[in-house]
C-alpha cells in the first residue's frame, strides 16, 4: 500500500472508532452511571474527575486499537486491566439493570423478603467464573 492509502485508513479507523466511543459515551451519559456511581459511593466532589478519566480511557483505547500492534505486559498488568474491565462493565450493567428497574421488579415478582445481596453476589462470581473460564479454556 502506498503512503496516502495508510494515511487514509488510519484517518478512517481513526474516525469511526471515535464515532462508536462517542455512541458509548452516550449511552453511559443517558444511563447516568457516572452521577449514580458517585452518589452511592459519596465522591460527587470528583464527578469531573471521573468523567475525564472515562473520555481519556476511551479516546486511549482507541489510538491503542488502531496503532499498537502489540502492548507487552506481564500477568500482573493484565489482572489489573482485566479488573478494572470488569469494574466498568458491572457498573454498566448495574446502571442499565437499575435504570430499567430490573431488580426491584424481580424482588416484587419472587415476593423475596431478603437474601438479595447474595443473589447479586452470586450473580458477580458467576460471571467471574464464567469469565475466568471462557478465558483459559475456549481461548485456546
Request: glycine share 6%.
Given at each position: 500500500m502506498t503512503l496516502i492509502e495508510?494515511?487514509?485508513l488510519g484517518f478512517l479507523g481513526?474516525?469511526?472508532g471515535l464515532t462508536v466511543s462517542a455512541g458509548v459515551f452516550a449511552f453511559i451519559t443517558m444511563l447516568d452511571v457516572?452521577?449514580?456511581l458517585t452518589q452511592r459511593t459519596g465522591?460527587?466532589?470528583h464527578l469531573y474527575g471521573y468523567e475525564n478519566t472515562i473520555i481519556l480511557g476511551g479516546t486511549l483505547g482507541n489510538i491503542m486499537f488502531l496503532f499498537v500492534r502489540s502492548f507487552p505486559v506481564s500477568y500482573v498488568g493484565l489482572a489489573v486491566f482485566g479488573l478494572f474491565s470488569g469494574i466498568f462493565i458491572?457498573?454498566?450493567a448495574m446502571a442499565l439493570a437499575e435504570s430499567l428497574r430490573v431488580i426491584?421488579?424481580?424482588v416484587k415478582r419472587l415476593k423475596m423478603k431478603e437474601g438479595l445481596p447474595i443473589i447479586l453476589i452470586a450473580l458477580a462470581l458467576g460471571k467471574l467464573v464464567g469469565t475466568i473460564f471462557q478465558y483459559f479454556f475456549l481461548m485456546k
Open positions: 495508510n494515511v487514509f481513526l474516525s469511526f457516572i452521577p449514580r465522591t460527587a466532589v458491572g457498573c454498566l426491584p421488579i424481580f
